[in-house]
């Protein structure tokens, strides 16, 4: 190229860019979170399943080790939760803590819903709660110049690693 900067691409993102990622999904149909429980677990990237609730990774991670809880019920408000997905939803939370502790060691997390789309919430129809891992210093240049995010390890690696250390 003529300006002789260099590109990083991710291509992967596209999807989400142009896809039906965040358009209302009332009713659940297309809704990746209603799809995910249907597929193995490697191939949903489905770090555990309990009884209301399940532990996935993020497919677009803000960093590695970035997993979601989500209940199995399609369902957007927080106050739309029977009390057991409520329950299930705190556990499991707990226990990705655990999990990614063991696992990657990091510094501090970041653990929250987004409820509603101008809350910042992608899939906003399906409730879903972050717990995103963090480590001093991992915000670098990077997303600033670049909307890029450096990711060292792949999904699947991480996904086996959680698996391993996901407590019981």
Not at 111 to 119: E, I, T, Y
Request: net charge negative; aromatic share 6%; with cysteine.
């Amino acid at each position: 190229m003529a300006d002789r900067l260099e590109r990083l691409w991710a291509p992967h993102r596209l999807a989400y860019v142009t896809g039906d990622i965040g358009k209302p999904d009332p009713d659940g149909a297309g809704c990746p979170f209603c799809a995910i429980p249907d597929k193995d677990d490697r191939e949903g990237l489905v770090i555990a399943r309990g009884g209301s609730v399940y532990a996935v990774l993020n497919l677009h991670p803000y960093n590695p080790g970035h997993l979601m809880v989500v209940p199995y019920r399609h369902v957007a408000e927080l106050e739309d939760l029977t009390d057991e997905e409520s329950s299930d939803l705190a556990d499991f939370t707990r226990r990705a803590v655990v999990a990614v502790k063991g696992a990657s060691a990091p510094q501090g997390f970041n653990v929250g819903l987004n409820l509603g789309r101008v809350a910042g919430g992608s899939l906003a129809d399906h409730l879903h709660q972050h717990v995103v891992p963090r480590w001093g210093g991992d915000s670098n240049f990077m997303t600033v110049v670049s909307d890029t995010k450096v990711m060292p390890q792949l999904l699947a690696d991480t996904a086996g690693m959680l698996r391993e250390v996901w407590p019981a």
